[in-house]
């Protein structure tokens, strides 16, 4: 099955769970986006390209319908070709990845959910290219932690 007849063909939960639209910025507020339409799908890839692109060990993305997509600011939105198939955005100031679109997706941007200025509901994203995981998420909830930076090398951060 195609990653693609995976996204579309799956019952959603984000959608029924989220309420109202969907919006989110960058860290610096260069790219501000605005969607008046919840999310259709959502997805955890741990594909090598995504972690690289993004800098972390996965990343969540959320699928909205462009066609009402609004930017508030994209002064400094940048674009790049990662791919054959796929194209991604990201602030050329604070370097934060923004979103992906995919070339056989006409209607569809796919959004990093960092970028989201509320929280995502709890509920399970389906999660691709598992193969790819790095190994070490799975020891991570038993690791020390933290709710603040207590335990940092340097406190005054």
Request: aromatic share 8%.
């Amino acid at each position: 099955m195609s990653t693609n007849t995976f996204r579309t063909s799956r019952s959603d939960t984000l959608a029924t769970v989220m309420e109202g639209n969907v919006a989110g910025s960058c860290l610096c507020k260069g790219v501000q986006y605005y969607v008046p339409d919840k999310p259709l799908q959502w997805f955890r890839c741990h594909c090598s390209m995504c972690r690289k692109a993004i800098g972390s060990e996965h990343c969540t993305f959320i699928a909205v319908n462009d066609t009402n997509l609004e930017y508030k600011s994209k002064k400094t939105l940048k674009e790049f070709q990662s791919s054959e198939h796929v194209v991604r955005a990201f602030c050329s100031t604070c370097g934060c990845s923004i979103s992906m679109k995919y070339d056989s997706e006409v209607d569809l941007i796919w959004f990093n959910a960092a970028t989201l200025d509320v929280d995502l509901p709890v509920v399970d994203p389906h999660q691709v290219y598992l193969k790819d995981r790095v190994p070490y998420l799975d020891i991570m909830s038993q690791a020390p932690s933290a709710i603040d930076q207590s335990m940092c090398a340097d406190k005054d951060l």
